[in-house]
């Protein structure tokens, strides 16, 4: 975990965010294809609408936007939003994105049939009063049914069998 503010921290790392992935534009389709698949069995074989409340530079909400989902954008750092909105722009995606903190979300009530929050976003809220903040926002903004998608990754464990497999597989 970083120890500057999240806001700043992603801000200076919007530029640079793809390369924590091997590959970020597989990694766009992959996770797309995956949460497509989440949601459309969720929620019915059809495009729906979403709300990615830590876009960051999109990797889930234009892995979303490819299937055909209607996604909006939005997080605390507006250089990472800036940068979704251009990658949308430049795949001939739609991605409305806005900076917003996921724990006061302005959108008006049960808008959106899904809301994600990919790749441990959530982690950074540090207190049961956020967390709570944050989770009853997303609520608030899912219609009735709707469906919340929240994904996190233990990099301990990661770490940790990593270290124990074979060289092979270590990157
Ligand atoms: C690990 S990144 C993941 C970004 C994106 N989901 C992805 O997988 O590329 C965590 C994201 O959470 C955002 N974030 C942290 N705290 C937030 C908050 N209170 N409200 C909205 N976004 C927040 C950060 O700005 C950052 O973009």
Known sequence: MQEREP??????LAEDYHLVYPDWNASVRRQGTAL????????????????DCSCGIGTQ?????????????????????RRAALEAAQRGLALPAAAADM??????????????????????LLTDQDLRAALAGMRRVLR????????????????????????????
């Open 61 to 81: 909400a234009l892995g979303l936007a490819r299937h055909g989902h209607r996604v909006v954008g939005s997080d605390l750092s507006p250089r990472a939003v």
């Open 144 to 171: 009735p049914g709707g469906l919340l998608v929240l994904t996190l990754r233990d990099y301990e464990h990661e770490r940790a069998a990593r270290r124990g497999a074979p060289r092979r597989f270590r990157r």
């Open 7 to 12: 806001r700043a921290f992603y801000d200076d």
């Open 103 to 124: 724990r006061s979300l302005p959108f008006i009530d049960e808008c959106f049939d899904v809301v994600v929050s990919g790749d441990n976003s959530v982690a950074h």
């Open 36 to 51: 497509d698949g989440v949601v459309r069995g969720a929620l019915g074989d059809r495009e729906h609408s979403v709300l």
